[in-house]
């Protein structure tokens, strides 16, 4: 999982610069982003911790996510990812949160597409939700992988907007 090493550093120091920190919800990416933060530079500056929460039960438990909704929607909504960045903020006690949901692998509820839900809360805001889609034909490793970089590469540019307003 070698993503550009200059993303990594960049998010490290920048997190460091501001004396912000970040937690970590995943289902989809299932540790992915975990694992990326984890090689940052200094990560225990910064880098409160994670949990992968991948089915309905532990999202409830675990994130406070509304069973009934989840259900609705197989734990798959831009709501669900949104209530799961702003929980694992509220128990990790962090200015920033990413959490994923999502398919990597086409599956009948979700109609065969490939796609993750991402959002990221920054003191107790929502601050950018977005769907990312992918062919359905990506392997779901590739997927997951996919998903990482471009929700790293989205952090640091959502990173850069608040840190320079700050």
């Known amino acids: 999982m070698e993503f550009q090493k200059n993303l990594l550093e960049y998010i490290s120091q920048s997190l460091m610069t501001a004396d912000e920190t970040v937690s970590i919800a995943e289902s989809v990416t299932s540790g992915c982003l975990q694992l990326s933060f ?14 992968t929460a991948y089915t309905l039960p532990e999202k409830v438990k675990l994130l406070n996510v509304d069973r009934a909704e989840a259900e609705e929607c197989d734990c798959v909504s831009e709501h669900i990812a949104e209530t799961m960045a702003l929980n694992v903020a509220k128990l990790f006690d962090s200015d ?23 959002s990221f809360s920054y003191k107790g805001e929502i601050v950018l939700s977005k769907k990312l889609e ?5 392997q779901a490793l590739n997927a997951q992988l996919y998903y990482t970089e471009f929700i790293l590469g989205c952090f640091k540019s959502e990173m850069n907007q608040f840190l320079i307003l700050k």
């Open 38 to 51: 984890s090689q940052m530079p200094n990560a225990s500056l910064f880098y409160k911790g994670g949990i």
């Open 96 to 118: 920033w949160s990413i959490a994923t949901t999502g398919y990597c692998t086409p599956i009948r509820n979700s109609s065969y597409k490939i796609y993750a839900y991402f």
């Open 134 to 138: 992918l062919h359905p034909k990506t």
